[in-house]
């Protein structure tokens, strides 16, 4: 079992930064692949970017690259993301989760924290 809690979610006006934080717990936790999934109102859970929490393997999601950075403290079990110049078409739900294999797709992923509102004003 991996538990996630994310953190840092707020309020930004366009072009501002934001940073994510995805706590993990459990045994097993470091052995994941962590990954960070948006959704708006009315829309589909989308990938955004992901990283093998063990070696450190980052993916991003062709709308993120040069504006989002993934990061991680081994010691804490924790993964951030870095979201720059942010648009108001990102503000969403924005969802930690975990799995065992590295796939942007959601029906992989076993576990998921409880979602951080991001709201992004233009």
């Known amino acids: 079992q991996v538990q996630l809690a994310e953190s840092g979610g707020g309020s930004v006006q366009a072009g501002g930064t934001l940073t994510l934080s995805c706590a993990a717990s459990?045994?097993?936790?470091?052995?994941?692949?962590i990954c960070w999934f948006h959704q708006a109102p009315g829309k589909e859970r989308e990938f955004v970017a992901g990283?093998?929490?063990?070696?450190?393997?980052?993916d991003n999601a062709e709308s993120a690259k040069g504006r989002f950075t993934l990061s991680r403290d081994i010691h804490k079990n924790t993964v951030y993301l870095q979201m720059n110049t942010l648009k108001p078409e990102e503000a969403a739900v924005y969802y930690c989760?975990?799995?065992?294999?590295?796939?942007?797709?959601?029906?992989?992923?076993?576990?998921w924290g409880q979602g951080t509102q991001v709201t992004v004003s233009s």
């Open positions: 459990g045994r097993t936790a470091r052995y994941y692949y």
């Open positions: 989760a975990a799995s065992a294999a590295r796939s942007p797709d959601t029906s992989r992923y076993s576990y």
């Open positions: 990283m093998s929490a063990g070696v450190g393997v980052t």
